[in-house]
């Protein structure tokens, strides 16, 4: 039976949202138990939010946001990158880093999208077997 | 580098003569009757006490939360807590008149097992302390004892002298009140100790086991010094269910165990101080179950702050990883 993996993904509106939208329009599918919330900047998501989604019952959680340096607000992704990366580093600390991943996704990306969710899928499925 | 070298008595002259103005405030340690409190001095000064052996709370957390509109004021405390003075400056949380120093410390006990009686002499009190089993776990793991931290120091060197050494144009003010000339620094005084980072590691289940104990009061939140937020996220009731949220939690699933949210609590915490943690053990002295939270806090902000080789309260110059960015760099943090 296939099993249930729950991910969370925070993307950001100008960029990965609209790279989910376009992967709608080409018709690609991705898993199913995969929600997308949309984020006005990468840079929005605070590890709390990240912290409380995997201890409340979600299997992995990404942050998909603009390439480094193409960001809308200039910067804003810059900081998401540190945040993301010492939020890691703490995750390491209690064997949970592989469930959370960063992914820098520009809005015509849409393949490279659904080739990442189901990349990481296949990898909590895997690890929850 | 040069310093003063003093008595206490001059020091404390001269922290009388700034008293003599009206709008002039002192904070220090002083010994009453076997105990050892905090005061903030007007006017007048007692005989202060620099060496505070007893810990019973992070006094920056007073520097924090008092407004002083202008007036002039000293704080002579301990390393750790000059330290976390420095992280509130750098975040705009202490105003611009307070300054701060540091006196080299030996090492604390926790303030429930006092009184105690400490000998006055710095050397005796030195050996007193290393002996001490009732040492707080916060320093045994301390490598800042001794260091150049915040506007000035008041050092020791290997043969207890006791030196004055400002290090911002601030606490070359306070050395200006104080009598004698300078003069050039021995060589231990002139580089602190260097601090290690521990490679911690630990596991959720270890976690929850060690947070069996915790009832969820917000102490360790209250008496952490860095942890300033006002509109707190634990004020709220998205992390610390209360009322129809607790009652539907409990109705949508099998029954949840209460208090809700421990390891969120403390894992938001620890990640929201990761690079300010001065590791003062502050959060275990105020915890009324011990709980031993000093080695997760301490460890993880050793970790995290290792990544962009930061030291909280080092310098004033140097800026908080996570208010600043540099454009090529962690190139492997994309999955």
């Known amino acids: 039976m296939e099993e249930n993996v729950k ?14 939208e376009m992967a709608g329009s080409l018709r690609l599918k991705y898993p199913e138990g995969v929600t997308i919330i949309q984020v006005p900047c990468s840079s929005r998501v605070d590890p709390a939010l990240i912290i409380k989604a995997l201890l409340e019952g979600a299997d ?12 809308h607000f200039i910067k804003g992704n810059y900081f998401t990158r540190r945040r993301i990366y010492a939020l890691k580093e703490m995750l390491d600390i209690f064997s949970m880093k592989g469930k959370l991943r960063l992914f820098w996704i520009s809005a015509s990306e849409a393949r490279k999208f659904v080739e990442k969710i189901k990349e990481m899928h296949k990898h909590l499925r895997e690890s929850k077997r | 580098m040069k310093g003063k ?20 405030l002192v904070l220090a ?43 002039k004021m000293i704080a002579i405390l301990r390393p750790c807590e000059t330290r976390a003075y420095v992280e509130l400056k750098k975040l705009a949380q202490i105003e611009s008149h307070i300054i701060c120093g540091s006196v080299d410390c030996f090492g604390t006990v926790p303030s429930r097992i006092e009184p105690l009686s400490f000998p006055e002499e710095v050397r005796e009190l030195k050996e007193v302390l290393d002996k001490s089993e009732d040492l707080r776990n916060a320093c045994r793991a301390c490598s800042f004892k001794s260091g150049k931290y915040g506007d000035f120091g008041i050092r020791f060197d290997s043969k207890f002298n006791w030196w004055f050494v400002p290090y911002t144009e601030m ?3 306070l050395s200006n009140l104080i009598d004698g000339e300078e003069s050039e620094l021995p060589e231990e005084l002139k580089k602190g100790e260097e601090g290690k980072r521990l490679n911690f590691k630990s596991s959720l289940d270890e976690l929850r086991s060690d947070l069996e104990r915790c009832v969820m009061c917000l102490n360790c939140r209250d008496m ?30 099998e029954g949840i165990e209460v208090p809700k949210g421990k390891e969120i ?30 080695k997760y806090f301490k460890g993880v902000s050793d970790r995290i702050s290792g ?15 996570y208010t600043t960015f540099e454009e090529d760099e962690l190139s492997d943090a994309e999955d």
Not at chain 2, 5 to 23: H, N, T, V
Not at chain 2, 240 to 253: E, F, Y
Not at chain 2, 312 to 321: A, L, N, Y
């Open chain 2, 171 to 173: 606490g070359k003010a």
């Open chain 1, 7 to 20: 991910i969370i993904g925070f993307a950001c509106s100008y960029c990965a949202y609209k790279a989910s």
């Open chain 2, 265 to 294: 609590y403390h894992m938001i915490r620890m990640y929201h101080v990761s690079q300010t943690c001065v590791g003062c053990g502050g959060c275990e002295e105020a915890c009324p179950q011990n709980v031993p939270l000093l």
């Open chain 2, 5 to 24: 070298k003093i008595e206490k008595k001059g020091l404390i002259e001269a922290l009388r003569r700034f008293l003599k103005d009206d709008f002039s």
């Open chain 2, 224 to 253: 952490c010094p860095v942890c300033y937020c006002v509109d707190c996220l634990f004020n709220k009731e998205e992390y610390v269910p209360k009322g129809d949220a607790l009652m539907n939690l409990a109705l949508s699933s």
């Open chain 2, 307 to 321: 990544v962009f080789n930061y030291v909280p309260g080092r310098s004033f110059d140097e800026k908080i990883p």
């Open chain 2, 29 to 71: 340690f002083v010994k009453k009757d076997g105990f050892f409190r905090t005061r903030i001095f007007r006017r007048e000064l007692e005989d202060i006490s620099l060496v505070n052996p007893v810990f019973h709370m992070n006094t920056s957390v007073i520097l924090r939360r008092i407004f002083t509109q202008d007036l």
């Open chain 1, 60 to 71: 992995g959680v990404f942050v998909a946001g603009c390439h480094p340096g193409e960001c």
